[in-house]
């Protein structure tokens, strides 16, 4: 547990805030992100932003949502990221080699796409309208434009239902794992996908790391704190794994290292072209140096849980 003195926070935002997990009030601060404050709960380790207004970082994650960007993202590293969702599926066809898949949080579909491919009924639902048009009209999928609880999806309906990069962003994750527990079936599977913030690329890189992400996140979840969530939203975990996409976090810790070097932000496209000119020797080191860590202190965790009986 990383315990210092409490950020000074700024006006508006709550220093005796209550942990969300535990109902705690002793927070230690962890970051001080000018208007925005990291702080973890020294009784149950639950780490998490600090808010002037929730309902406005709701609505920075949608502004913040590019489909042009990310479809350009996706097109230049299609291979990886289907390489990805292959493996993905793969394990999910471990515990479900069929049946009705639902994506919280789609994005513009490209997983789906994949997981129609291998032979699951795909659903999605994805609250951003224009990734949602997206999906619906490129790629011809089954989503549902609005927030989860506003999809209205029979009970007991899925087989699986997963949520990647999802459940950081969500103000209430216990009301939403309620209403998945609500539609998937008594033997469903949950798959989730989130940021580790006990990784070694966030110890390294601290307040620069690439998947701190504030306001937009609003948990910063580790093992612990996740497997704590789902167990008191009635799941139990039947695996757990992380990774690291050895470029980003070859990218992130070069990055980190430049701001000691070159701190001005004027000089922000010095530091890029030098991160990009030194990526591979530095890609080569993380990979040698940090590849026996990632299944246990990988940035991306994925877990795999099932509700209670």
């Not at 793969?90 to 032979?119: P, Q, W």
């Not at 490129?138 to 999809?151: D, W, Y």
């Amino acid at each position: 547990m990383i315990s210092v003195a409490m950020p000074t926070l700024n006006s508006g935002i709550a220093a005796t805030r209550n942990c969300y997990l535990c109902g705690s009030d002793d927070l230690a601060g962890v970051y001080d992100l000018r208007e925005f404050s990291v702080v973890r709960c020294r009784h149950c380790n639950l780490t998490f932003t600090l808010l002037p207004d929730q309902h406005a970082t709701l609505r920075n994650n949608a502004e913040c949502y590019q489909v042009q960007h990310w479809g350009k993202t996706y097109s230049r590293a299609r291979k990886k990221f289907g390489e990805r969702y292959r493996r993905i599926l793969r394990m999910i066809s471990a515990y479900k080699s069929a049946g009705r898949l639902l994506d919280v949080g789609c994005s513009l579909g490209f997983f789906l796409d994949t997981a129609r491919e291998s032979g699951f009924d795909v659903y999605g639902v994805e609250p951003v309208k224009n990734a949602a048009s997206f999906a619906r009209e490129e790629l011809k999928l089954n989503i549902t434009t609005g927030m989860l609880e506003q999809a209205k999806y029979p009970d007991r309906f899925f087989d699986i239902v997963c949520l990647f990069d999802v459940l950081e962003h969500i103000p209430d994750p216990l009301a939403a794992l309620a209403e998945v527990s609500r539609i998937l079936k008594k033997d469903g599977l949950l798959v989730l996908q989130c940021p580790n913030i006990e990784s070694s690329m966030a110890t390294l890189t601290k307040q620069h790391w690439r998947w701190l992400l504030v306001p937009q996140h609003l948990y910063h979840f580790s093992r612990e704190t996740i497997t704590s969530l789902l167990r008191k939203a009635g799941y139990e975990t039947r695996d757990w794994s992380s990774y690291d996409d050895e470029q980003e976090f070859a990218a992130n810790l070069v990055e980190t290292r430049l701001r000691r070097v070159i701190p001005w932000a004027s000089m922000h496209r010095v530091r890029l072209l030098i991160t990009c000119a030194i990526l591979p020797i530095a890609r080569f080191i993380v990979g040698l140096r940090y590849s026996n860590e990632q299944k246990t202190k990988g940035g991306v965790m994925l877990v795999f849980a099932s509700p209670k009986v």
